[in-house]
């Protein structure tokens, strides 16, 4: 079973994590000065992993374009970033939080579209390039059927790493609810894995 299933992480991946947490938010905080070498080291050192979260909250046909979003809004923040929590759980509130003004907007919006058109736009907004394409089952196209809470606390806590307390903090929910959101997702995606088993 694939490792994203698994609730438990090894102590050694723990370990390892924690450090990489560490050495993030000493890059943030050197960052916070402004000096051109140290805002890019930060900025190279986190980017893959805030485009990967954002692509699995919002699709990756607008991850790049949320993903800069977030930059810009990080840079603006940083140099009131005191590393009260790590930069990595301090990354993703912002990231997270544009995805959902993203979705705010979009909602508030009237729909207004050129039907003539409309293949060419449904198949321009189709993923590229995602992981399993050539086995029929990529992780982002499971996920992206699984309800938008529970995807969110399941990318926090399995594929970013968060331990569940800093993912409560981070949706504003009990650790309780992030663990039951998680465990649905799990059980949402074997079926999805099973129910592609079978029809392969």
Do not use: N
Not at 68 to 88: D, H, I, N
Not at 116 to 133: F, I, V
């Amino acid at each position: 079973m694939s490792s994203v299933m698994r609730d438990h992480r090894a102590p050694h991946h723990d370990a390892t994590a924690a450090r990489s947490d560490d050495h993030l938010t000493v890059l943030a905080l050197a960052a916070r000065g402004g000096a051109p070498a140290d805002v890019e080291a930060f900025t190279r050192a986190v980017y893959a992993d805030v485009r990967r979260f954002i692509a699995y909250l919002a699709g990756s046909h607008s991850a790049e374009d949320l993903t800069q979003e977030t930059f810009l809004r990080v840079l603006g923040s940083l140099p009131r970033f005191a590393g009260r929590s790590s930069a990595r759980t301090w990354l993703l509130s912002i990231a997270r939080r544009v995805v959902v003004d993203r979705f705010r907007s979009a909602a508030a919006r009237p729909v207004v579209a050129d039907l003539s058109d409309w293949q060419a736009a449904a198949e321009r907004c189709q993923p590229r390039g995602l992981p399993g394409r050539e086995d029929g089952v990529a992780l982002a196209d499971l996920l992206a059927k699984v309800p938008r809470e529970r995807r969110e606390a399941f990318v926090l806590t399995q594929l970013v790493g968060l331990p569940y307390a800093e993912a409560a903090a981070m949706i504003g929910c009990p650790i309780g609810t992030v663990r039951s959101r998680v465990a649905r997702a799990r059980s949402q995606l074997i079926e999805s894995l099973e129910a592609a088993d079978r029809a392969a």
